[in-house]
Nanobody
Framework: VQLQASGGGLVQAGGSLTLSCAAS??????????MGWYRQAPGKIREFVAD????????YGVTVKGRFFISRDNNAKNTVYLQMNSLTLEDTAVYYC????????????WGQGTQVTVSS
């Protein structure tokens, strides 16, 4: 399974950006899996951003709650979006997409990351 994250870029503070993550490859569309987003800023540890379960339950990190929204593409199995609003300089990071593995969290799939840079 490969995860392709896209949609990153440069945006001004207060602006919005939408990230996409699509799973492909063998096994990527067997069943709906939990997916999520994490981010890592320079010099910081990877931080949980948001996730959506196979059943549609969503959860958000405290720093993004109320500003970011994760959703699933109803027409494409295992494709998710992250709508990011009211972006601040602190949201600058590389954003990584993750998909749960049926073999357990040790085998979760990770995308290559997409850079989001928020400017003042």
């Amino acid at each position: 399974v490969q995860l392709q994250a896209s949609g990153g870029g440069l945006v001004q503070a207060g602006g919005s950006l939408t990230l996409s993550c699509a799973a492909s490859g063998r096994g990527s569309s067997d069943k709906v899996m939990g997916m999520g987003w994490y981010r890592q800023a320079p010099g910081k540890i990877r931080e949980f951003v948001a996730d959506i379960s196979s059943g549609g339950d969503v959860d958000y990190g405290v720093t993004v709650k109320g500003r970011f929204f994760i959703s699933r593409d109803n027409n494409a199995k295992n494709t998710v979006y992250l709508q990011m609003n009211s972006l601040t300089l602190e949201d600058t990071a590389v954003y990584y997409c993750k998909m749960d593995s049926p073999l357990g969290f040790e085998h979760d799939y990770w995308g290559q990351g997409t850079q989001v840079t928020v400017s003042s």
